[in-house]
């Protein structure tokens, strides 16, 4: 198959910094679209898979699932998207198409494993994908995005990984009016529950470990801010949250926020990935009818839900631009909990 050569940043192993490197793009099928990418955001996964927290990272890896940019080819089945249009991706590229969960417009719980935007399978010209952190991306139309006019763009690039990722689950356990919220970190995707859930006409609360954020929650929608090393502020919420969304990338307590839920409410994590310590305990939750669920990103057909109700509402992320060579100091900084609230990547700084 033809590709071409294209300008990215990435990382060739877990302890190594990110460096410009030249990756191979297909040229586009079909039913493809080539996009000029813009603004890609920096989501704490682009560091997880970077330094290879998970396990399982690709190398060399090159990040970003959160793109916006503008549709530059399209092949000639294409009807989605037209040259010239404005597009995002999101972390999805590819799913079976066929499995109950594709067909059901859920692509990110594939039966047969979606692709990720990457640091999945390349079915097409072979390898891993890769992300954002590059000039171009080729992409198949069902999994490309159609971008709001009225929004700042660079602003929109964070709603393809934060917004759908906090969408998702405030959708499905039917989020509106009289919903009491709660939303656990006050990072890239924290602000954008806040907003989000505010937007579907919630009441929000915001779980935070930083006495300096209570300023912002309450700016971005916060009807109040409980700081979560205070016993007393906890105890005050007691049995007061219908839906709980924990976004801590790490390991950490949840116990405390399970005694937050009402009867019937939800903890769902969307951060953290694995085994939960210490233990988690079951009374609250069978004498409360209480769960704890997970949920990661959105489908396609969700993914542009949020994207026009965003458009209507005006809601974007707060976002601080930043150069690809300052990848590196960004990811420091966002391991520090300094970013206010979501690093975009401005893309015009690797063209230079
Ligand atoms: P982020 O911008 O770094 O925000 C995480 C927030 O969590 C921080 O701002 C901080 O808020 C809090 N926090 C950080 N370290 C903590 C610790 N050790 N203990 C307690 N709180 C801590 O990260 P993000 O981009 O929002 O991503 C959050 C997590 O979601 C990451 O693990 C990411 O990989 C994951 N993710 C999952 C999905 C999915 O589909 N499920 C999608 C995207 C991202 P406070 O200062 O307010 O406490
Ligand atoms: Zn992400
Ligand atoms: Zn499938």
Not at 315 to 336: C, D, F, G, T
Request: hydrophobic share 40%; glycine share 10%; charged share 20%.
């Amino acid at each position: 198959m033809n590709t071409s050569s294209t300008k990215a940043f990435g990382t060739k192993a877990a302890d190594a910094l990110l460096e410009e490197m030249t990756i191979a793009r297909r040229e586009v099928l079909p039913k493809d679209v080539e996009i000029e990418i813009l603004y890609c955001g920096v989501c704490h996964s682009d560091l997880h898979t970077a330094r290879n927290d998970w396990g399982g990272s690709l190398y060399p890896a090159v990040p970003g699932h959160e793109i916006v940019g503008r549709v530059t080819k399209v092949g000639n089945e294409v009807t989605k998207l037209k040259v010239g249009d404005l597009a995002g991706v999101g972390c999805l590229v590819d799913s079976c198409h066929t499995c109950d969960s594709c067909k059901q417009d859920l692509e990110q719980y594939c039966l047969n494993g979606f692709t990720g935007t990457y640091n999945g399978k390349d079915k097409h010209i072979g390898g891993h994908t890769f992300g954002g952190y590059s000039e171009k991306v080729v992409v198949d139309e069902h999994f490309v995005l159609k971008v709001p006019a009225n929004l700042n763009l660079a602003a929109v690039a964070p709603l393809l990984c934060a917004g759908i990722t906090t969408w998702s689950p405030l959708r499905h356990w039917k989020v509106g009016k009289g919903s009491k919220v709660a939303v656990v970190g006050l990072g890239g995707l924290g602000h954008m529950a806040i907003k989000l859930a505010k937007g579907l006409g919630a009441e929000v609360t915001l779980f935070s470990r930083t006495p300096d954020k209570i300023q912002d929650a309450i700016e971005l929608g916060a009807d109040s801010v409980i700081i979560s090393t205070d016993d007393q502020q906890m105890k005050s919420v007691s049995g007061k949250y219908d839906l709980i969304i924990d976004t801590v990338p790490y390991v950490h307590d949840v116990n405390p926020y399970v005694a937050t839920l009402n009867i019937n409410g939800t903890l769902v994590l969307v951060g953290y990935l694995g085994g939960l310590e210490p233990i988690l305990n079951t009374v609250p939750m069978i004498m409360g009818r209480k769960s704890v669920a997970g949920s990661v990103i959105g489908g396609i057909a969700e993914t542009q839900e949020m994207l026009d109700f965003c458009g209507e509402h005006n809601i974007v992320s707060e976002i601080e631009i930043i150069k690809m060579q300052e990848i590196n100091e960004a990811y420091e900084r966002m391991l520090k909990s300094d970013v206010r609230y979501r690093f975009v990547i401005d893309m015009d700084s690797l063209k230079s």
